[in-house]
């Protein structure tokens, strides 16, 4: 991070930071869940329960027009939210000025009201790390990914909204994870995503208080939530992100904490295998989060 970036860096200007959208500005999207082929027919059934979806973003940046296809038609029945995994927002190197064209111009073409990815860095010296690596813990590099963060969201021309990370290893570093988070919005006018099962299962792997957490980072920036359910947690074993259960009582309770603090904007559930037979599962966790969101005074989205 220390390292020169590899173009020349744009300054913040008072241009750059009229892209930023106010949280409250931004429309209520409602409870909406991840576009995953394995309930791709589901989602698309009637009385889904589905207000909205998020997309992987790599999965449509550089993909051929059969599978922008697939894009635009979900996009004819639902707002669709990008979510990425390879911004490396806090590599070495700045973003590629390729991904961060094409991520315009897809963002653009779906008419996304934000886009997302993770506060974290996937690649180093050329080479792809294939996880989401969290990022050293100071000041300085907090100042460095704000500023980064302001550049890429001025160039794509929309709200960008930062994910926190879950990690396993907690390194000795100057400031704690919700610090950091909140040093980082302090140099940029993006916003968060927070997921409420990472905060949730970094609590409890690395022994810190959830409450604590939120009462540290700037909840009024949370456009966006993310829900899932995880393993482990026995026998000494930490807790993991593996996207593959039901979303946990203690991860319902912060959200029910959050909304009543944050004019969260949507929320999103999370299922990446370990799919349930029956959708209505998924459904009856839709409705869930959609009712803590209506009991905060959220509006409602139109139900598709």
Known sequence: MTTAPSRPAAPVTATTAATAVPVGGLPYLGSGIGYRTEIKDAIGSPGSGVDWLEVITEHYLFAPPDVRDVLHRLRRRFRVVPHGLELSIGAPREPSPRYVDALARLVDEIDAPWFSDHLCFTRAAGVALSTLTPLP??????????????????????????ENVTYYINLESPLSEAQFIAEVMEHCECGLLLDLTNLDINA????????????????????????AGGTG??????????????????????????????PVRATLLERDQNFPDDFAELQEELDHARRILDGAGGPRAGVR
Request: charged share 30%; net charge negative.
């Open 137 to 162: 813990r100071t000041r300085e590099i907090a100042r460095e990914v704000g500023r980064r963060a302001q550049r890429v969201q001025a160039a794509v021309g929309r709200p960008l909204i930062l």
């Open 204 to 227: 409890r792997n690395h022994g810190y208080s959830a409450m604590e957490f939120l009462d540290t980072i700037p909840v009024e920036r949370v456009v966006q939530v993310h829900l």
């Open 233 to 262: 947690g026995e026998d000494d074993r930490m807790d993991l992100d593996t996207h593959s259960e039901p979303v946990p009582p203690a991860v319902w309770d912060l959200l029910t904490e959050l909304v009543a603090r944050a």
